[in-house]
């Protein structure tokens, strides 16, 4: 029955083209959303290295670039940290030149052991660990005296030293980082140790490498921060955001300042990195909806050409059920040619390394997704064209005239 | 072999009631070849799908081998047709997306055997009928009584007791209709199937044992 249904298939070429050609682009679509959609869970399930609870930013508004600064700068940052940190609803505050959930980012590229690595990097207070709760796996963290030291001590998270390092002891190792054009060089940098792996970008980014640099306040080589972050007692009103504002610019007035607790940056990474997921799900399901009905429309079609064909078949002696079953494994065997088709040009993604950050999982995942939704609508959109066909009636379909 | 007794055929279409059979008691041996004769419209067709177990009676009996079929269900009938009847109509009914060959395979399709054994029997049914030479071609690359002998390879090939011709050769030029003709009579004179041929043509029916005639659902005769 399989060979016949094939030469069918296959003698009807242009209408069988046509619904291997539906069924291949829903295919794709589903395949792209649901693999996002995979990515985007694989994601979330995984640690996100720090926590937000009661983290509020006090972000810095210099209207200067971060290279151009003067040591007074460096020095009204330290002391505008100090006052921030006098305030009995703070727990604790760092300074960091970015914040999580934040949308841009400090890159920095390096080769470590002849190989090029690629991470993003924050310069940090020390009382970071602590509002953040970053977990310490091996090594130490940032301590006092540590500003003073001739190298530059930095921490980094788990998958950097992996990346960087491999099997080998990460803490002591060397980092030498390729001064910008005229720029003075850094001094060198050396690892202290190692943090769990740190989302910066939040839970629905992918692993990435991240480097903790040490924030040296009392060096006016340093940078002044271009964020605070506070952890506040829990209860804190919101109404604490003004006063806190106040109190920075009596510190700074030439500077403008915005609080924003870390939840409301959360919400907004979400939006942006779901709403694209969200509108493709949506485009999908409607461009499903409608390759259902045209194929319900087109079988449908076809089955009423071929009335007399279902009438002979009846009268030859096929069952009312194997007259169903036929139509049924007709869709399915046009469907496991448009997937077939989809499954080909979709595999050279991970043949030709095509999207790195998709994992073998994620990938396999949304093809897994796509193939069961693809021929759950197909045997679906099969199954009421079929019923019809199968209640064709022999006498009434081989009437002549 | 064919047994019909008191059976009517009413069919209700909205307000108007057509019987198109009407207390027909018909029986026909083994090896018998009979031919149904009668005007247009006076329901030679309507017997025929009745004794093919394509449709019902509305009333009355019909038996095949000795065995009444009123209680089968739709998978029994579907044996039935398949095993002990081949259908033969004036309009071939072939699949034109079918080559030859695989058109004559159709009524194997619903039996269990291989795709080769299904094949052998396909081509020595074409055989039978002349054409084995024809087996690749499509039906619309034929004339008309190619492929009515085609058509009579698939009622063939699966080796029923009983074909059923529903004016086998009205589409026909006569010297096509008389090859038709001879080959349903070697079929039954020398594998002994039980033939009930539909015609219009007096010359055809000439040819059978025994003519029956109907007349606005009623038999003559
Ligand atoms: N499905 C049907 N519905 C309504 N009337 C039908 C149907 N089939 C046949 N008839 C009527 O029954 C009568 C007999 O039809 P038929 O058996 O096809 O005649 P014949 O084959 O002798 O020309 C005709 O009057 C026809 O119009
Ligand atoms: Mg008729």
């Not at chain 1, 939040?202 to 964020?227: A, C, M, Q, T, V």
Request: hydrophobic share 45%; net charge neutral; charged share 25%.
């Amino acid at each position: 029955m399989i060979r016949h249904l094939f030469k069918l298939v296959w003698n009807r070429k242009r209408t069988s083209a046509l619904l291997i050609l539906e069924i291949f682009f829903s295919f794709l679509v589903v395949f792209v959303v649901a693999t996002l959609g995979m990515y985007c869970w694989d994601n979330y399930k995984r640690p996100l290295g720090f926590s937000i609870k009661n983290v509020w930013q006090l972000r810095i508004e210099t209207k200067k670039s971060d290279d151009q600064h003067t040591p007074e700068e460096s020095a009204t940052f330290a002391r505008l940290l100090k006052e921030v940190k006098s305030f009995d609803a703070i727990e604790s505050a760092a300074g960091a030149m970015g914040a999580p959930y934040e949308f841009g980012q400090y890159q920095s590229g390096m080769t470590i052991h002849h190989h090029d690595v690629t991470m993003e990097f924050n310069e940090v207070t020390p009382e970071l660990k602590d509002v953040l709760g970053l977990r310490l796996v091996a090594g130490r963290w940032f301590q006092e005296g540590d500003e003073k030291l001739s190298w530059l001590p930095v921490v980094i998270d788990r998958d950097l030293a992996r990346d960087a390092f491999g099997g080998q002891e990460a803490i002591g190792q060397r980092l030498d980082e390729p001064a910008p054009d005229g720029m003075k060089p850094k001094p060198g940098m050396r690892v202290i140790g190692v943090v769990d792996d740190f989302r910066r970008a939040g839970e629905l980014s992918g692993p990435g490498n991240y480097r903790f640099d040490l924030k040296r306040l009392g060096n006016p080589d340093d940078r002044p921060g271009r964020i605070i972050l506070v952890k506040v007692r829990s209860g804190t009103p919101a109404s604490f955001e003004e006063t806190l504002m106040a109190r920075a610019q009596g510190v700074a007035p030439e500077w403008s300042f915005e609080v924003k607790p870390l939840t409301q940056l959360r919400e907004s990474a979400f939006r942006l990195r779901l709403t694209p997921l969200i509108v493709g799900g949506i485009v999908a399901f409607f461009l499903l909806l409608m390759v259902g009905l045209g194929l319900i429309g087109v079988l449908w079609q076809n089955l009423l050409q071929r009335t007399r064909e279902i009438g002979l078949r009846r009268a030859t002696g096929a069952s009312r059920a194997e007259v169903h079953r036929q139509v049924v494994m007709e869709q399915i065997l046009l469907t496991t040619l448009g997937v077939f088709l989809g499954t080909v040009l979709v595999a050279q993604i991970p043949i030709l390394d095509l999207i790195g950050f998709v994992s073998g999982r994620v990938f396999a995942g949304g093809l897994l997704v796509a193939m069961v939704s693809i021929y759950l609508l197909s045997i679906l959109c099969a199954l009421y064209p079929s019923a019809m066909a199968a209640r064709v009636q022999p006498a009434d379909a081989l009437r002549y005239e | 072999m064919i047994h019909l007794q008191e059976v009517s055929k009413l069919y209700r279409t909205d307000r108007v009631e057509t019987t198109a059979l009407d207390n027909i008691n018909l029986d026909v041996g083994k090896g018998e070849f009979i031919s149904v004769m009668g005007p247009s419209g006076c329901g030679k067709s309507t017997l025929l799908n009745l004794i093919g177990l394509l449709d019902e009676p509305t009333s009355g009996k019909v038996a095949l081998d000795g065995k009444a079929i009123d209680r089968y269900g739709d998978r029994d009938l579907a044996r039935v047709r398949n095993e002990r009847l081949g259908f033969i109509f004036q309009q071939f009914h072939l699949v034109s997306d079918l080559s030859v060959v695989d058109n004559v395979e159709i009524p194997l399709l619903y039996r269990k055997m291989s795709n080769k054994e299904r094949r052998r029997a396909a081509l020595a049914a074409l055989d039978r009928v002349g054409l084995s030479s024809r087996t690749r071609h499509f039906p619309t690359q034929l004339s008309g009584g190619q492929q009515q002998r085609v058509a009579i390879a698939r009622a063939i090939v699966g080796r029923p007791g009983i074909l059923l011709a529903d004016e086998p050769t009205g589409n026909l030029d006569s010297q096509m209709g008389d090859e038709i003709m001879s080959i349903l009579e070697d079929l039954n004179a020398n594998e002994k199937t039980t033939i009930v041929m539909v015609t219009h043509d007096p010359r055809m029916a000439e040819k059978t044992h025994r003519v029956v005639r109907l007349f606005d659902g009623r038999q003559v005769q």
